[in-house]
């Protein structure tokens, strides 16, 4: 099982971007595919994860969106209104037996992380 985590950059804050998790061995339509952040000092934190239902980091509801595309077995981050808090190293990881869960334990495979840096 392999997760290929990209699209991460350099943005202003208030613009946009889009992450994507690509997975190749686990169909991610029967996984809980989460994604998480971390900044150099601090634990890994919980951002958002798609599985049966979605649920977010009160952090970021109502500017990230989780979406998938099953042809494509790949998962999407939509990060919109991004603030220089967000940026972190993001990561996306994958829980088969999906449930959709916030806590970092419970998935079983993980991606290499994409830098996201959002400046003032």
């Known amino acids: 099982v392999q997760l290929q985590a990209s699209g991460g950059g350099l943005v202003q804050a208030g613009g946009s971007l889009r992450l994507s998790c690509a997975a190749s061995?686990?169909?991610?339509?029967?996984?809980?595919v989460g994604w998480f952040r971390q900044v150099p000092g601090k634990e890994r934190e919980f951002v958002g994860v798609?599985?049966?239902?979605?649920r977010y980091a009160d952090s970021v509801k109502g500017r990230f969106t989780l979406s998938g595309d099953n042809a494509k077995n790949t998962v999407y981050l939509q990060m919109n209104s991004l603030k220089p808090e967000d940026t972190a190293v993001y990561y996306c990881?994958?829980?088969?037996?999906?449930?959709?869960?916030?806590?970092?334990?419970?998935?079983?495979?993980w991606g290499q992380g994409t830098q996201v840096t959002v400046s003032s």
């Open positions: 061995g686990i169909p991610l339509s029967n996984a809980a």
């Open positions: 990881a994958a829980d088969r037996t999906g449930r959709g869960s916030p806590v970092s334990s419970w998935y079983d495979y």
């Open positions: 798609i599985s049966r239902s979605d």
